[in-house]
């Protein structure tokens, strides 16, 4: 049975939401940037807005730090998004998948890497057809057919420098 959850954004945190063996990472843009999407005969450049969302998707699981740097890379520092030719070999090796835009649908049936539209992001058949947006202070996940949970993750990216001799 399919069904909507609501999750409550605390502050500047992301959201985990975990299926069986795959998982998202969702967070909500604070301040309007160009998103860069390259391709291999274009450069796109899409407008993202205070309330549009940035989600990466690990289709196949494994370990959430490389996901939360994917997501500052966008959503802080604004690093441009590359999309893979179609047939490109590259595809079937990332782990990572990162899409920026007001409404996100989750797809098993596209290649990893390899679809410049940003409304649609490739993930595990367990999180197939999953929409997910935010509607003022909370991430709406619409679709939901199988058993996920959902974390706030507490995350600060702090540096220090430290002087040599």
């Not at 990472?25 to 005969?41: G, H, N, Q, W, Y």
């Not at 990332?94 to 539209?117: F, N, Q």
Request: net charge negative; aromatic share 6%; charged share 25%.
């Amino acid at each position: 049975m399919e069904k909507t959850i609501r999750i409550p954004f605390s502050g500047n945190n992301p959201i985990l939401i975990r299926g069986r063996s795959s998982f998202l990472l969702a967070a909500c843009v604070r301040e309007k940037f160009p998103l860069i999407i390259e391709t291999d005969t274009e450069e796109l450049v899409q407008g993202i807005y205070p309330g549009d969302l940035i989600i990466v998707s690990a289709p196949e699981g494994g370990e959430i730090a490389p996901a939360l740097y994917l997501l500052e890379m966008v959503k802080t520092y604004h690093t441009p998004v590359i999309a893979l030719g179609k047939d490109h070999p590259a595809s079937r090796r990332l782990s990572y998948v990162v899409s920026a835009a007001e409404r996100i649908e989750m797809r098993c049936g596209i290649r990893r890497g390899t679809h410049p539209d940003q409304h649609l992001l490739c993930a595990a058949d367990e999180l197939t057809g999953m929409i997910l947006y935010a509607d003022g202070a909370e991430l709406v996940i619409e679709h939901c057919r199988g058993e996920i949970t959902a974390a706030v993750l507490a995350w600060n990216l702090s540096l220090t420098e430290e002087k040599m001799g």
